[in-house]
C-alpha cells in the first residue's frame, strides 16, 4: 500500500479485549484478511471497563473513528457485561453530541474469539463511512 492511500484511510482506535475479541484480531492476521492500517488496537480486559473520557481523548486527539470490540455475553468477568458496555456506548455519545461530535465514529460489535471475518467486516465499513464522512465536511 502506498503512503498516500494509509495517510487518507481513518485513524481507527480499537478498544479489544484480552480473553475475547483479541484473539479475533490477532487470527485475522494470520489469515491476512487485510483491513485498514490505521486501525490501532489497545487491549482492555474487559469492554465494561472503558471510560467514556478515554473515547473523547481519542477522537479529541485526532481519531477519526473509536471502535468497540465488545466482549457480549462471552464476558468471563460478568453477565452484564453487555448491558455495562452498552450504557457506556450510550452515555458517550451523548457526550459527543453535547461537544458536536458525530456519534456515528463511535461504534460497538460483540467480537467473539474465532470472529476474524465479522471484525474485518465491521471496521472496513467503518472505515468506508468515516472516509465518506470526512469528504462531506467543509
Not at 478498544?15 to 486501525?39: Q, R, W
Amino acid at each position: 500500500m502506498d503512503r498516500e492511500k494509509v495517510s487518507a484511510a481513518p485513524k481507527i482506535l480499537v478498544f479489544s479485549t484480552e480473553k475475547i475479541s483479541d484473539p479475533a484480531i490477532d487470527m485475522a492476521g494470520l489469515l491476512k484478511l487485510h483491513y485498514p492500517p490505521t486501525v490501532y488496537t489497545i487491549p482492555v480486559p474487559c469492554s465494561s471497563a472503558i471510560k467514556s473520557r478515554w473515547i473523547l481523548h481519542a477522537l479529541e486527539q485526532g481519531f477519526d473513528g473509536v471502535f468497540i470490540a465488545a466482549d457480549g455475553t462471552d464476558c468471563p468477568y460478568g453477565e452484564s457485561c453487555t448491558e455495562k458496555t452498552g450504557e457506556i456506548v450510550r452515555k458517550t455519545m451523548e457526550q459527543m453530541k453535547e461537544k458536536g461530535i458525530d456519534p456515528a465514529r463511535l461504534k460497538m460489535a460483540a467480537i467473539c474469539s474465532v470472529c476474524s471475518e465479522p471484525f474485518v467486516k465491521h471496521i472496513k465499513s467503518f472505515s468506508a463511512y468515516l472516509s465518506e464522512s470526512a469528504k462531506k465536511q467543509p
